[in-house]
């Protein structure tokens, strides 16, 4: 079955970096775009970037235009993201999501992996 | 790109009613019909409901309906129950070739 797990959060000092990674499984990233979303502690969900299905296009919130770098490895099924100058806003839980083809939309999300940035 | 806006709460007695308004811009839901809703019961990853405005994903009951006019969208659970109470967010496909959330509403289950 389609499964993400997100991987790499943790503690990470104000402008550190860290890289999370998306490990998908029941599909090939080929296929598919991906999603990373966020949600800092107690509010709401918030849209961060998305890679489409060939890698050729990307696309990224302002928040974190320059900051965040989406990066594959297609023989891991992997996706990867650099997140660097961190800050403490970036404080959240980051989900990585299936993009529902030609559906603008999220139809499978992985658990999410929490990033804290405090020094 | 600003959050679309939606009430932090609506509630219903089991069985009836409740609406959610998400009210964008002329550059995302007033533009296009890529809205979608996500269910989000506490300390869970978010479940898609909706999807292009009116369309529910296979496995999610038809009390979930969707709906759009102009620049708001909206989410109806016709007969309410108890396992619908969560967080409640919306979607839209934005003119920036990026996608925006709603802040959320919480549905409670009188």
């Known amino acids: 079955q389609v499964q993400l797990v997100e991987s790499g959060g943790g503690v990470v000092q104000p402008g550190r970096s860290l890289r999370l990674s998306c490990a998908a499984s029941g599909f090939s990233l080929s296929c598919c775009g991906i999603h990373w979303v966020r949600q800092a502690p107690g509010k709401g969900l918030e849209w961060v970037a998305y890679i489409a299905d060939d890698g050729s296009r990307k696309h990224y919130s302002d928040s974190m235009k320059g900051r965040f770098i989406i990066s594959r490895d297609m023989s891991r099924n992997t996706l990867y993201a650099e997140m660097n100058s961190l800050r403490p806003e970036d404080t959240a839980v980051y989900y990585c999501?299936?993009?529902?083809?030609?559906?603008?939309?999220?139809?499978?999300w992985g658990q999410g992996t929490l990033v804290t940035v405090s020094s | 790109q600003s959050a679309l806006t939606q009430p932090p709460s609506v509630s219903g007695s089991r069985g009836q009613s409740v609406t959610i308004s998400c009210t964008g811009t002329s550059s995302d839901i007033g533009s296009y019909d890529h809205v979608s809703w996500y269910q989000q019961p506490p300390g869970t990853a978010p479940k898609l409901v909706i999807y292009?405005?009116?369309n529910r994903p296979s496995g999610v009951p038809d009390r979930f309906s969707g709906s759009k006019s102009g620049n708001t969208a909206a989410l109806t659970i016709s007969g309410v129950q108890a396992e619908d109470e969560a967080d409640y967010f919306c979607s839209s496909y934005t003119a920036s070739t990026t996608w925006v959330f709603g802040g959320g509403t919480r549905v409670t289950v009188l």
């Open positions: 292009e405005v009116t």
């Open positions: 999501g299936r993009d529902f083809t030609d559906k603008y939309s999220i139809d499978y």
